[in-house]
């Protein structure tokens, strides 16, 4: 069996990247994984329709952080547009780990509460 | 009680693994699958309906399923409705008092904190419903159930008060006897959620005073898809259905239907018979073996396990004293969210579980998101918990080790 605790995924677990709240967010929501209880809040701040800062906040297991801290590394930058975009086979792709269906909901967390946050500031469909 | 032959009577045991999620689901012994394979083989059939002598061998071993479980809890064969399950009977009882009663606004309904979400919220949508309020009994010290609290939660205005018997997180055993003296002085109804307690230790309805009691069979070493729901004879007879159907009527026009009498009135529809029947073949298997001796068993192997757990640095232990726990061990590890336990025990051949345990409020009330549960039975061993232990001691070797990074 390929290992999903892989240095990199417990380093992001354990040491998460932009982790907290920002001070003055766009858009700010939660997320929930109803079959564990985790939460998640993602922070987007934009300007001109790219994401400029990124935080979020919460409690989960390894891969569910692991997953919140990469994902927000890649969206510093990025368009909303081309976030709006991004789909659960890139979010195993960044995670580099195979993804089991018993940990799918723990992988896609961060993702899917992206999807939301979108969807409220640009009314994008929500399509995860 | 000897474990090398009961470990044979368990055919999932023979893929060596370490089941410690009998709180989730008990493991099914041999006699209880054979006894339903007869069913489906030899007999099958649907009950009191048919005239044929299959239809009659059929309603003679759902019947005498019923009289096995009254039996096992101190009630008569009348007091005995089968279900789909624990939730199944706390909904539709919930359904039918909602039904046979008049509510009046400001009744209150009274539980506890540390309630399953199967009893819970079929109260918590009744009192938004009908406007009544719901009220919690706290932990108190170890958490054990503040019973003072409860005392004086349950006063005049208190029309059902709800508690489980045993705790699917704690493992603790409430003393239900106590909350129900205090409930019938003021008038009211008591339901209890034994589903994690039965099959574990001896439950006599007489003896906790229990207006109603529920349970499912897929913990007790029945099969899946059926359960329990006890009713004192007295309240069943006022009654209405929880839900309508075929089966539970007297007589029916166009536009009005009457109940029959007795236990039908609570099943409607065609019945999970060969569940009924593997129901009744798990009591018997239980009562064989012994329920003190099973509760010997596993109060053993829970003070082992709490002692070994305890031992590893960073453990901390939700879980009652081994003489008052129903072989229920939750812990968390400082550091590592308990999903993260599960998975890597889970590679390591040992089933345990993690989350809320369909408890969020209790969660709450221990100021934990989430816990890590293992759950001990009749056919755990010392080398099961050893397994879990060396698992728990991998994770914090492998989440220990980036840490330091
Ligand atoms: C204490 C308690 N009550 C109720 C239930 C619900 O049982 P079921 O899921 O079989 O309906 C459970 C099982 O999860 C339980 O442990």
Redesign the pocket.
Known sequence: MTDIYQAHILDHAQHPRNKGTLANPDVSIKGRNPSCGDTLVLELSFLNGTITDVAFDGIGCAISQAAASILSERLRGMTTADAAKLQADDMYQLLGIPITDSREKCALLALRTLHDALGAETGAPKNV | MDIVAVRKDFPTLEHSIAYLDT???SLTPLSVIEAMDEYYRTYRASVHRGLYSDAERATRAYEDARAKVATFIGASPTEVVFT???????NMLTYALEHSRQWNEGDEIVTTVM??H??LIPLQQLAKRQKLALRHVPLGPNNALDYDAAHSLIDARTTVVSV?L???VLGSIQDVQRIARRAHEVGATVIV?A??AVGHLPVDVRALEADFLF??G??MCGPTGI?VLYGKEALLADLEPGFFGGGIVEDVTLTEATWTRGVERFEAGSQNVAGAIGLGAAVEYLTAIGLPEIHEHVRGLTAYAQHALSEVEGVQLFSAPPEHNVGVVSFTLEGVHPHDIAEIAGRNGVAIRAGH??ALPLHHALRVPATARASIYLYNTEEDIDRLVHSVKEVKELFGATTAI
């Open positions: 709180t989730a689901s789909a399950g624990a939730t199944a009977s706390s309630e399953h199967a009893a489980m045993a705790s699917n959620d589903t994690a349970f499912s897929h913990k359960g345990h369909c």
